[in-house]
């Protein structure tokens, strides 16, 4: 158990939506602990944003539904 106010894990999560030259959607993210980069990924191509932005919404919804089971 941490004490109030200790900073145990810090994971930050930076998630874009790219509209690239070729007309299509990709989703570039990056996750960081203590400012290193600790994975980079590209997903890819989207038709659309919006299937762009349920492919997010999936990817990180689905990680934790299992953790809460």
């Known amino acids: 158990m941490a004490t109030a ?3 145990i894990f810090e994971l930050k999560l ?3 939506i790219i509209l690239a030259e070729d007309g299509k959607y990709y989703v570039d993210s990056v996750a ?3 400012g290193d ?3 980079e ?3 890819g191509p989207f038709e659309m944003e919006a299937k762009a932005r349920d492919f997010v919404q999936w990817q990180f919804a689905i990680p934790l ?3 809460l089971k």
């Open 5 to 7: 106010g200790e900073v």
């Open 14 to 16: 930076a998630v874009d």
């Open 32 to 34: 960081t602990i203590g």
């Open 37 to 39: 980069v600790v994975h």
């Open 41 to 43: 990924w590209t997903e």
């Open 65 to 67: 539904v299992k953790a």
